[in-house]
């Protein structure tokens, strides 16, 4: 049974540094794409940042790229997702989503994924 569960959502002032964690289990991590994904009340579900499963390519939104990195550890089955610099437009509910097609991630596509965690709330307020 796949799951995937989030952790690491705070309330920081902008500027300042989070790292989200997605624990795994279930499944092979290096054999699955996986991706960051966030979400605010009333809007779609936007990609963050993902990482391919076939060679470790990493891709990120425009708005993130310079200020996260994503990152997995398979002896441990987590990815991560180190945000710095917050900015309060960073302010969403974060998810860890899994794609159990090997190969490369995206995060246009969020019907790419098939199993999901819960989230994890990050806020960012002075």
């Known amino acids: 049974q796949v799951q995937l569960v989030e952790s690491g959502g705070d309330s920081v002032q902008p500027g300042g540094s989070l790292t989200l964690s997605c624990a795994t289990s279930g499944f092979t991590l290096a054999h699955y794409p996986m991706g960051w994904f966030r979400q605010v009340p009333g809007k779609e579900r936007e990609g963050v940042a993902c990482i391919s499963a076939s060679d470790g390519s990493t891709h990120y939104a425009a708005s993130v790229q310079g200020r996260f990195t994503i990152s997995r550890d398979t002896g441990e089955s987590t990815v991560s997702l180190h945000m710095n610099d917050l900015k309060p437009e960073d302010t969403a509910t974060y998810f860890c989503?899994?794609?159990?097609?090997?190969?490369?991630?995206?995060?246009?596509?969020?019907?790419?994924?098939?199993?999901w965690g819960q989230g994890t709330q990050v806020t960012v307020s002075p």
């Open positions: 989503a899994a794609d159990r097609q090997w190969g490369f991630c995206t995060i246009v596509f969020a019907s790419e994924y098939d199993y």
